[in-house]
Nanobody, 125 residues
Framework: QLQLVESGGGLVQPGGSLRLSCATS????????IGWFRQAPGKEREAVSC????????VYPDSAKGRFTISRDNAKNTVYLQMNNLKPEDTAVYYC??????????????????WGQGTQVTVSS
């Protein structure tokens, strides 16, 4: 059974950092791309970052470039999203998702086959 479980969210002050984890099971990261998405109240789900099966990475929103970094540990079947210098506008539920074509990253949520349950990130003083 293919599963993704996010963790690491929480409440952080502006300028702080969090590292989100996406623990996967039931499939190999060698064959799937993993994307991070976020959804704030009243807004559409937005692609944040992606790592392909061959390890190429993408950060999508300009607001996150230079602050967010995606990485993975294949031995632990886990993908990470390091978020630095967090801002109130980063507040959202963050989801990880798996895409089976693997070698390429996609920004569209509809391209992804499997989703985790999400983890809340709140940036507030």
């Amino acid at each position: 059974q293919l599963q993704l479980v996010e963790s690491g969210g929480g409440l952080v002050q502006p300028g702080g950092s969090l590292r989100l984890s996406c623990a996967t099971s039931g499939f190999s990261l060698d064959y799937y791309a993993i994307g991070w998405f976020r959804q704030a109240p009243g807004k559409e789900r937005e692609a944040v970052s992606c790592i392909s099966s061959v390890g190429s990475t993408t950060v999508y929103p300009d607001s996150a470039k230079g602050r967010f970094t995606i990485s993975r540990d294949n031995a632990k079947n886990t993908v990470y999203l390091q978020m630095n210098n967090l801002k109130p506008e980063d507040t959202a539920v963050y989801y990880c998702a798996a895409e089976g074509r693997g070698r390429f990253c996609f920004a569209g949520a509809a391209q992804y086959d499997y989703w985790g349950q999400g983890t809340q990130v709140t940036v507030s003083s």
